[in-house]
């Protein structure tokens, strides 16, 4: 590749890299942890590629400190990590499991001595199942149970994490968990995934509150949100319009209450066939608007929409799983287009330009507002060649464009704090288990052996000094 300028990032700029409790801990039925709804979800036939499920995922739950003496190696500042629900709290109700919280301080004292800052996710999608079967996020109550749960987190560990946050991309929760069913737990009611969207909302809301109430005021309080970066296929008023609307159930349904107090007019129009919004009560929106530290984004992919010429055209694919049930509630005469270019082994094309469009975004509609990337990387089947060795250099590539297209976002004036690559190391993708690999490091199923990933050096090198990396020829 040709070099134009240099770019480099100021020192204090954070590289980190992310996991997600379910997707590596394994571990699940010890130490008093019971089911979420991942679990009960994974072992249902049908629902995940090949029936893979979570149980051993990568054993991080008894390999954390040989993970966390990789992230060394790798000169990572940050470690983001989700807490699992059901084994600090497994009822999702009541006092903790000690157990629980200790794995999570241990595993944060592993991070400090290394002098790796942990960023802590209360929830990414692991509702305990007894939430679940007592209603799940469609109820009012499950917010409440968040709060609650919030504030056990944080006096446990109050003392040695600083940055939280409270949701990881809601809308998956909502939407794919109650919408189109291809994740946990798997149902297909539009109007409850609505009402599971204002539902996280106000957790977020009343969770904020919770942590605000428990740590000490160093902490910083946060939420990553997965915005969609829509595209009109054409600039027909029609096409623009299917765009406007997967905006509004994409992205503004979280960003409106979260960061001006309201769900927007053409929100509640759009959807109103599916439901009244009678479960908004007064003052949840102002509830829900709390005063942040920092907005974090998770950026994989653009949406190329248009209105759908018939009914055949319609395509239910989300990117996350297919299924005959949508995850727009209420969008129903909208098709999603493949948008021109490469494609990462998701089947997701490429396009930076998202990455720096949504940051400056975020930045224009919230001045001040500091922005972290807490979500960004590529799937690709990367095999070990014969001596053993991964090389990935479309991941190399992905992570340039799209760390260039984050810098882009700066120098345009978004204050932008820090990057997490997605992830750290392979792991349970999800439905479609471990066929996607979006590891820097390679992870043997077999051996649970760790492999670092050329692309795991080439970042190391960014890690180190802040200064972007060529990608290497060939
Ligand atoms: C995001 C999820 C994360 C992982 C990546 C590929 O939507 O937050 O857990 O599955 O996609």
Redesign the pocket.
């Known amino acids: 590749m040709t070099s134009g300028s240099p770019i480099q990032f100021p020192s204090d700029f954070l590289w980190g890299s992310?996991t997600?409790s379910y997707?590596v801990e394994g571990a699940v039925r010890e130490g008093g942890r019971t089911p979420s709804i991942w679990d009960t979800f994974s072992h249902t036939p049908g629902k995940t590629h090949r029936g893979d499920t979570g149980d051993t995922a990568c054993d991080h739950y008894h390999r954390y400190r040989d993970d966390v003496a990789l992230m060394s190696r790798m000169g990572l500042q940050a470690y983001r990590f989700s807490v699992s629900w059901s084994r600090v709290q497994p009822t999702g109700r009541g006092p903790a499991v000690q157990q629980g919280l200790d794995f999570y301080r241990a595993l944060s004292d592993e991070l400090l001595a290394a002098g790796i800052t942990p960023v802590l996710t209360l929830y990414?999608?692991d509702l305990p199942q007894e939430l679940e079967d007592a209603g799940g996020w469609p109820v009012r109550d499950t917010a409440q149970r968040f709060a609650d749960y919030a504030a056990l987190v944080a006096e446990a560990l109050g003392d040695r994490v600083e940055l939280w946050t409270t949701l990881?991309?809601p809308w998956?929760s909502a939407f794919l968990g109650y919408g189109s069913g291809v994740h946990a737990p798997g149902r297909t009611d539009p109007a409850a995934a609505l009402r599971a969207a204002h539902h996280l909302n106000l957790a977020h809301g009343l969770g904020t509150q919770a942590l605000r109430a428990a740590l000490p005021a160093r902490a910083q309080v946060m939420v990553?949100l997965?915005p969609a970066y829509v595209k009109p296929r054409t600039d027909t008023p029609a096409d623009r319009d299917a765009a406007r609307q997967i905006d509004a159930l994409a992205t503004r349904v979280f960003s409106g209450p979260m960061l001006h107090g309201r769900y927007d007019d053409d929100l509640i129009a759009d959807t109103s066939r599916i439901t009244d919004w009678s479960h908004v009560r007064d003052g949840d929106t102002q509830l829900i608007r709390q005063p942040l530290d920092a907005l974090c984004v998770?950026y994989?992919t653009p949406s190329v929409v248009s209105a759908a010429e018939d009914d055949g055209e319609v395509e239910r694919r989300d990117g996350?799983g297919a299924s005959e049930h949508s995850p727009w509630p209420g969008a129903d005469r909208i098709a999603f287009h493949q948008a021109p270019g490469e494609q990462t082994a998701?089947g997701w094309s490429i396009d930076p330009t998202g990455m720096s469009e949504l940051l400056l975004r975020f930045s224009r509609e919230a001045p001040g507002l500091a922005l972290y990337v807490t979500?960004n990387?590529a799937?690709y089947d990367d095999k070990p060649d014969a001596d053993g060795r991964v090389h990935d250099p479309e991941r190399i590539a992905y992570l340039h464009q799209h760390i260039s297209a984050v810098h882009d976002a700066r120098a345009a004036g978004a204050d932008v704090r820090g990057y997490f690559l997605?992830?750290l190391m392979d792991n349970f993708?999800?439905s479609y288990g471990y066929s996607?690999r979006?590891g820097a490091v390679r992870v043997d199923y077999d051996t649970l052996e760790r492999i670092p990933k050329s692309s795991a050096d080439w970042y190391a090198q960014l890690a180190r000094t802040g200064l972007l990396p060529e990608v290497p020829e060939g």
């Open positions: 992310s997600a997707q990414h999608w990881n991309e998956c990553s997965n998770n994989y996350h998701m979500e990387g799937a997605w992830s993708e999800w996607k979006f």
